[in-house]
């Protein structure tokens, strides 16, 4: 009986090394990255991000002057409220004013998503290209969120994932 339990626990404790051994295998490499670094650092994101405020100062542009000119339509609508010429063109102008408003803010909308889309893809991309090339079997993706809770900072590669991305960006 004590042969047999012996060997039970003989069994279990190599089992056990078996298991430990197996899962730290280093050729399952693993590390993580602050993913809203990575995203903010990422020379693509910064271009596009200038390219998006490029295009919001010229739809602010076209807002501010059409406001403009309804305000001066209102202002002599004010001085001789019976005009009623000026009455049709104050609430045309107006009506172009607010279409084309709304109009700009779904293009703002449309292009920020786009953007968005991009910037995602593209580091997806080269994140895995990234892992592949630096032989890693899982990168994680920390976002502050609880998506990892702990991990040493040793297996923190997203310094080195930042340069990776961005001179891939620059195709070097």
Same mark, same amino acid.
């Given at each position: ?44 994101? +910064? &271009?596009?991000?200038?390219? $998006?405020?490029?295009?919001? !100062? ?7 002057? /059409? *406001?403009? =000119? ?13 005009? +009623? &010429?000026?009455?049709?063109? $104050?609430?045309?102008?107006? !009506? ?7 109009? /700009? *803010?779904? =293009? ?65």
């Amino acid at each position: 009986m004590k042969k047999v339990y012996s060997i039970g626990i003989g069994a279990v404790v190599v089992l056990a090394l078996g298991l430990y051994f197996l899962l730290r295998n280093d050729s399952n490499k693993i590390a993580w990255v602050e993913v809203n670094k990575v995203y903010n650092e990422f020379d693509g994101k +910064k &271009e596009l991000d200038a390219k $998006f405020m490029k295009a919001e !100062s010229a739809r602010k542009k076209i807002i501010d002057s /059409l *406001e403009l =000119d309804l305000k001066l339509i209102f202002n002599q609508l004010q001085i001789s409220p019976e005009n +009623k &010429e000026k009455n049709i063109l $104050f609430e045309t102008k107006r !009506s172009y004013f607010l279409n084309k408003k709304q109009e /700009l *803010e779904e =293009d703002s909308e449309n292009m920020q998503a786009n953007y968005y889309e991009q910037i995602v893809n593209q580091i997806n991309q080269y994140a895995k290209e990234y892992g592949i090339e630096k032989k890693y079997s899982v990168i994680l993706g920390a976002n502050g969120e609880g998506a990892v809770m702990y991990a040493e900072e040793e297996i923190n590669v997203t310094k080195d994932m930042i340069t990776y991305i961005n001179t891939k960006y620059k195709g070097l």
